[in-house]
T-cell receptor, first 109, second 113 residues
């Protein structure tokens, strides 16, 4: 059974701190996505990682992919309140996305 | 340009009724996907269309669920004899082709009473 596991599932942190969300998966796929979801809203694409060693950065967020370890990380640098949301990783398996349970991130001023 | 749109945004129905949920993909996108998201969980794949045909319907939970895309654009997800367990947000996504980045619509929140 294909599995995508995120941890932590819940994270409360102070503004200005750094933290990392981890995404482990059991498939051999080399295509992984990170999405953001605000309460009551749909999914916003953040990063598309398409090969081993891929690293992408946008503002205070940086994502990386290690296909050999079947691990992706989403690193948050100097968090700000606006980054509060739920973050999902999803693995492309024959064109369907298999999703993690999401990490609910709360950033306190 | 316009993104993926879904109608209705909310649907409340009684147990046992039939519902239809509509998805308008981004113009030119040949691939269309349906997912279901229950509260506090990640989305769950239901079905993937490439053009007019269902390329992968392995995620449909049972034969009460059916989806069509007759002209390769708009898609309708149909649920017969709804059950309370069908309550969820139904998300539609589209992409240029199968395997490309998927863009999501706002979802339809279905509540079965």
């Amino acid at each position: 059974e294909l599995k995508v596991e995120q941890n932590p599932l819940f994270l409360s942190m102070q503004e200005g701190k750094n933290y990392t969300i981890y995404c482990n998966y059991s498939t051999t796929s080399d295509r992984l996505y990170w999405y953001r979801q605000d309460p009551g809203k749909s999914l916003e694409s953040l990063f598309v990682l398409l090969s081993n060693g891929a690293v992408k950065q946008e503002g205070r967020l940086m994502a990386s992919l290690d296909t050999k370890a079947r691990l992706s990380t989403l690193h948050i640098t100097a968090a700000v309140h606006d980054l509060s949301a739920t973050y999902f990783c999803a693995v492309d398996e024959r064109y369907q996305l298999i999703w993690g349970a999401g990490t609910k991130l709360i950033i306190k001023p | 340009g316009a993104g993926v749109s879904q109608t209705p945004s909310n649907k409340v129905t009684e147990k046992g009724k039939y519902v239809e949920l509509r998805c308008d993909p981004i113009s030119g996108h040949t691939a269309l996907y349906w997912y279901r998201q229950s509260l506090g969980q990640g989305p769950e794949f239901l079905i993937y269309f490439q053009g007019t045909g269902a390329a992968d319907d392995s995620g449909l939970p049972n034969d009460r669920f059916f989806a069509v895309r007759p002209e390769g654009s708009v898609s309708t997800l149909k649920i017969q004899r709804t059950e309370r367990g069908d309550s969820a947000v139904y998300l539609c996504a589209s992409s240029w082709h199968g395997g490309a980045e998927q863009y999501f619509g706002p979802g339809t929140r279905l509540t079965v009473t």
